[in-house]
């Protein structure tokens, strides 16, 4: 497999998730219960270096959730593989997606996660793909916007690889 061609480097990544650090903090008052919950996998990366920015409390929760079908595109039926453990009732939540494509996903995570009663429900992404959205669904922090193409690194992954990245690069499926 040829390497994956840069485009979004490892400094402009770092500089930027320290910006959304800044937003998010500056944002939920101290004394919220502020929640982040990762959706495993895309989001182990980003959500370890974007909560290690925060400057105002928060605790961590892992979400799972799988599409259904086969393909790199998900045909909008997403299922529920594990739910997060602790109590987010009254609490503040921020889900940490890696990427929105078509938008299905996160559509999903936001009302299953609506129905565990929390204070509130925001998103954060580190990418779009804007021409991609087949749903109406609000990125309230938003790292960077791309075209359709398939991204790996920083937590991305095509077929399990380049997940370790330190950038953001292109692949071609054929590679
Ligand atoms: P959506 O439901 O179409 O928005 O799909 C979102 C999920 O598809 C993401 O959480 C990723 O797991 C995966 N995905 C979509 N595009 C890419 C990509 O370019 N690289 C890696 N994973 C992707
Ligand atoms: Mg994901």
Request: glycine share 8%; charged share 25%; aromatic share 6%.
């Amino acid at each position: 497999m040829n390497m994956p061609v840069v485009l979004i480097s490892e400094e402009e990544i770092q500089s930027r998730v320290l910006e959304l650090a800044g937003q998010i903090s500056a944002d939920y008052d101290a004394n919220d219960e502020l929640v982040l919950v990762g959706v495993l996998k895309g989001s182990f990366i980003f959500l370890a270096d974007l909560s290690r920015r925060l400057t105002i409390p928060r605790t961590i929760e892992f979400i799972a959730v799988s599409s259904y079908g086969s393909g790199s595109r998900s045909t909008g039926a997403v299922r529920l593989v594990m739910d997060v453990r602790g109590n987010i009732e009254g609490k503040h939540v921020l889900i940490v997606e890696d990427i929105v494509d078509t938008g299905h996903t996160l559509k999903y995570l936001i009302g299953m996660l609506e129905s565990h009663r929390p204070a509130s429900v925001r998103t954060c992404a580190l990418v779009r793909k804007a021409e991609s959205a087949e749903v109406d669904v609000k990125v309230d922090y938003l790292g960077f916007d791309i075209g359709n193409e398939w991204v790996v690194g920083y937590g991305l992954d095509y077929a399990e690889q380049n997940r370790t990245l330190p950038y953001i690069g292109v692949v071609s499926p054929d590679d």
